[in-house]
C-alpha cells in the first residue's frame, strides 16, 4: 500500500539527506586488524612453557586466595597440579573461545534490522520547455518485527551461550580426569617400582642360599634353576615398570599442557587413600549429579534454546511489517510517499519450520534424558566397582597382615635355631608377595574411586569446584599460550 501526498513549493534537499545518512552509517564502524597464526612462533611459545611461569603464579594465587611460599614449587600436590592445567590447557582455550562466539551471538540476535535507502533517479527524454530532465526519488524501507520475534531470538541466543559456558565447565572435568588419571598410573607405577627392587634383592638372596646348599647337597639344581627364572622374571617386571614411570610421567606433562622437560625435578605428589567415598555414594551426591552435573546444565540449557526456537518459528507465522517513506521531486512538485509492505501468508503458515523446531526440541529432549540414564549407569557401575574394591583390598590387608605374623614367627624360629635362613628368606618373600597383592587390589579400589568421582562430578576430599575454578581462567582475559 502506497500513500502519496503531493506538496506544491516545499523545499527539500534531498543530497543533504543522503549524505547525512551516509555519514551516520560508517561513523562507529568496526575496522579488521589482521592476526597471523605463525606455526613457528607457537611452537617456540609451546616449548618454553615450564612451572616457574610468573604468570602461572599469578593465577595460582588469585585462584587460591593466598601467596605461595616460594616458587617455584618443588612438590605439586593434585589441586595445584589441576590449576597448572587449567592455566595451560589448549582443550579449555577452545572452549572458552567457543564460548565467547556464542556470547557474541547474543549481541547479534539483540540487534535490530538497518533501514534501507533507495535512490531511484528518473530521466525524462521529453520534460516540458524550462524544467529538468532529471527527476529524483528517494525511498527508505524500515522493517519492523512482529509477535515477539526478537525476544524469541534473544532468548535463544542466551539459552545457547549459556550451554557454552557450562561445555567450559564439561572440558575442565575432563581436563581434570585425565590429569588424575595420568597422575594415579604415575603413582601407582612408582610404588610398583619400589615393591619390585624389594622383591629383587629377596629374590637374589634366595638364589645365593640356595646355590650354597646346592653346595652341600641339600637341594636339588632344580630348585636353584626355579629361583634364577623367578629372580630373572622379576628382573624384567622391574625394567617394565622403570618404562611405566618414564612413560606415565610424560603422560602427566602431556595432561599438564606443558612439555616432559618442564617437569624437571619437580615431585608430583598424588594421595593414594583420599578419605570421603561415603559422600559420593550418598543419595545427594546421586542427585546432585542427575540434576547438577555440567554436562546435564548445558544439556538443558541447550534444550531450553530449542524451546526457544520453537516460539520464534511459531512467531513467524505472523508476517514482520516495512514501513517505505520516499520522496519524488515531480516537475517542480515534492511529492512524499509512505508505502506498507508485508508477505500475505496465502500459501504456507511456517508449517515446515515450526514442525522441524518441534522435532529438534523433542531430539533434545531425548539427549537430556540418556545423558541421565548413563549417568545412572555410571554411578551404578563405579559403586558397584567400589564395594567389590574394598572387600578385595581388606582380603589384601588380612593377608598382609598373616604373612607379616608368619614372618615375625618364622624370624624368631630363625634366633632361637629352630629354622634355616632359607626359610626365612622365603618366608620374606612371601610377605613381600602378599604386599605386593595388597598394593594392587588398593590400586583397583583408587580406580573406581576416580570412576564415581567422574560420575558424579565432585573432587574427592575437597569443596573446590570446578565451575568457579573455570571462571577464575575467564576473568583473566588470557590470550592462548
Keep these: 500500500m502506497i500513500f ?36 613457528e612462533q607457537w611452537a617456540v611459545t609451546l616449548e618454553s612453557r615450564a612451572l616457574s611461569d610468573p604468570g602461572l603464579r599469578a593465577f595460582m594465587q588469585k585462584s587460591l586466595g593466598h601467596d605461595l611460599p616460594g616458587w617455584p614449587l618443588q612438590s605439586w600436590n593434585l589441586e595445584l597440579l589441576t590449576l597448572v592445567a587449567f592455566y595451560y590447557s589448549p582443550e579449555l582455550d577452545v572452549a572458552r573461545a567457543r564460548s565467547s562466539a556464542a556470547d557474541a551471538g547474543v549481541v547479534t540476535a539483540g540487534t535490530r534490522p538497518n533501514p534501507s535507502l533507495t535512490v531511484t533517479p528518473e530521466y525524462a527524454t521529453n520534460p516540458p520547455s524550462g524544467t529538468s530532465p532529471w527527476l529524483p526519488m528517494l525511498a527508505l524501507d524500515v522493517p519492523i518485527e512482529t509477535a515477539g520475534k526478537r525476544g524469541h531470538r534473544v532468548d535463544q541466543a542466551q ?31 612408582r610404588n610398583r617400582e619400589g615393591l619390585l627392587r624389594r622383591q629383587l634383592d629377596l629374590q637374589a638372596q634366595i638364589v645365593r642360599l640356595d646355590q650354597g646348599e646346592l653346595a652341600a647337597g641339600a637341594v636339588a639344581g632344580s630348585d636353584v634353576t626355579v629361583a634364577r627364572i623367578q629372580l630373572a622374571k622379576t628382573r624384567l617386571d622391574l625394567e617394565a615398570t622403570r618404562a611405566q614411570v618414564a612413560e606415565t610421567r610424560a603422560r602427566s606433562a602431556a595432561a599438564l599442557g606443558v612439555p616432559l622437560r618442564a617437569l624437571g625435578g619437580a615431585e608430583l605428589i598424588f594421595a593414594m587413600d583420599p578419605m570421603g567415598t561415603p559422600a559420593l555414594t550418598s543419595a545427594e551426591a546421586r542427585r546432585r549429579a542427575l540434576q547438577g552435573r555440567s554436562d546435564v546444565r548445558g544439556a538443558l540449557a541447550e534444550y531450553e534454546a530449542t524451546q526457544a526456537a520453537l516460539q520464534l518459528e511459531i512467531a513467524k507465522q505472523y508476517p514482520d511489517i516495512h514501513l517505505g517513506p520516499g520522496y519524488q521531486w515531480d516537475q517542480g512538485q515534492n511529492d512524499w510517499l509512505i508505502g506498507v509492505t508485508l508477505e500475505l501468508p496465502v500459501f504456507n503458515r511456517n508449517q515446515g519450520p515450526i514442525a522441524e523446531a518441534a522435532a529438534r526440541r523433542t531430539e533434545a529432549a531425548a539427549r537430556l534424558v540418556a545423558l541421565q540414564a548413563t549417568i545412572i549407569h555410571e554411578i551404578d557401575a563405579a559403586t558397584s566397582a567400589l564395594k567389590t574394591a574394598d572387600e578385595a583390598a581388606q582380603a589384601g590387608e588380612n593377608m598382609l597382615a598373616a604373612q607379616r605374623q608368619n614372618l615375625e614367627a618364622v624370624e624368631s624360629q630363625l634366633k632361637a635355631g629352630a629354622v634355616a635362613a632359607l626359610e626365612v628368606a622365603s618366608a620374606r618373600i612371601d610377605a613381600a608377595t602378599a604386599e605386593t597383592l595388597a598394593f594392587e587390589a588398593g590400586v583397583r579400589r583408587q580406580q573406581a574411586i576416580r570412576a564415581l568421582e567422574d560420575a558424579v562430578q565432585r573432587p574427592l576430599g575437597s569443596e573446590a569446584d570446578a565451575r568457579a575454578a573455570v571462571l577464575q581462567i575467564e576473568s583473566t582475559q588470557r590470550s592462548p599460550r
Design 159 to 189: 539459552q545457547l551461550s549459556e550451554s557454552a559456558r557450562w561445555n567450559v565447565v564439561t572440558t575442565a572435568w575432563e581436563v581434570r580426569r585425565k590429569l588424575t588419571g595420568a597422575l594415579l598410573d604415575y603413582t601407582v607405577a
Design 4 to 39: 502519496r501526498v503531493r506538496l506544491a513549493n516545499a523545499v527539500t534537499r534531498p543530497a543533504v539527506a543522503v549524505a547525512a545518512l551516509c555519514a551516520i552509517g560508517i561513523t562507529g564502524c568496526a575496522h579488521y586488524t589482521a592476526k597471523p597464526l605463525l606455526p
